[in-house]
């Protein structure tokens, strides 16, 4: 049966009573004590209130990006006759700063080159499109004596053969004992 409406604004409040003990510096057996509760219920109502707080933190922030992005788009609204059909200058560049804010706000920016720093402190090009050579570099990473895969790749097959060649030349005869 789902718990009554005044018990579940008490908890509400008791978590709430609870994450500002904890930010204080209470510890989850302190917490416990204080509200008669044992320290595994103080810990489950605090890891749910700081996740509340999290999503309630999200909420404002969507909220906050909506709010200015309809802000910044009534401005280009109002500039975008003037820079298109009077081709006035200063309009122009208002409304490219105003573009300029919209894309930042919603995240499009998109970055146009990435590097990754390598073993010895070199960066190692990432062409950002390939799953497999962003795997191979999250495996390697932390790695003293790590190889970065080339940028370039060429054929899965042409790889294959190479490293049966590396094998053979290393004394394996490539049937795995």
């Keep these: 049966m789902p718990a009554s409406k ?3 604004a008490l908890v509400a409040k008791r978590r709430s009573e609870m994450l500002i003990m ?7 057996a302190q917490i416990a004590e204080h509200f008669n509760i044992t320290p595994g219920t103080a810990r489950s109502d605090l890891a ?10 999200v909420q404002d922030a969507e909220l906050y990006r909506f709010i200015q992005g309809s802000r910044l788009e009534t401005l280009l609204r109002a500039v975008m006759p003037l820079a298109i059909e009077d081709n006035d200058l200063k309009a122009n560049e208002q409304a490219r700063k105003l573009i300029a804010d919209i894309t930042e706000l919603f995240g499009l920016k998109v970055p146009v ?12 090009p990432f062409g950002g499109n390939d ?8 495996g390697i990473a932390g790695q003293a ?5 080339p940028l370039d790749t060429a054929d899965d097959e042409e790889d294959e053969d190479d490293e049966d060649e590396e094998d053979l030349e290393d004394g394996e005869d490539g049937d795995g004992d």
């Design 6 to 8: 005044t018990k579940q």
């Design 22 to 28: 904890k930010i204080q510096g209470r510890t989850a």
């Design 48 to 57: 749910r209130a700081v996740k509340k707080a999290k999503a309630m933190e």
């Design 113 to 124: 080159r990435t590097e990754i720093s390598g073993p010895d402190g070199g960066t190692i």
């Design 131 to 138: 799953l497999a050579e962003l795997y191979t570099l999250i």
């Design 145 to 149: 004596d790590a190889t970065p895969p």
